[in-house]
């Protein structure tokens, strides 16, 4: 299994333990993928997830460029357009897993950016 989806497995799992309900995974479209998309107390949550080995060249969370902010943001837009969700209130959240030698580091950002469609 790839370091990536193992990350990936392991957010799923820290997720569902925090109340999340995962709606999908791996959601893609032509602007981008979404890793998760979950609902949690009638918001829908569209979230990256970051996975690395160690934290030496930055952490996972810094991975998430103005770029695929855009990308991630124009897929949900066109996720909550198919669903018809433009009445749910939704938010970008970034999980990062570290998988260190000692065990796995888990990191959360709630509200982790704004929408960016330009």
Partial sequence: MS???WGEDTAVNYLRH???K????????????IDIVAIKD??????EVKT???VRYGHPAEAVTLRKKRQIS???LEYVTRHQLSDYPMRFDV???IKKPEGTEISHLESAFDAILY
């Fill in 3 to 5: 370091l990536g989806k």
């Fill in 74 to 76: 124009k897929a949900a």
């Fill in 95 to 97: 999980v990062s897993v």
């Fill in 52 to 54: 690395r080995r160690s």
């Fill in 18 to 20: 925090a109340g999340f």
């Fill in 42 to 47: 009638g918001t829908y949550i569209f979230i």
């Fill in 22 to 33: 995962i709606i999908t995974r791996n959601y893609q479209h032509i602007f981008g993928e």
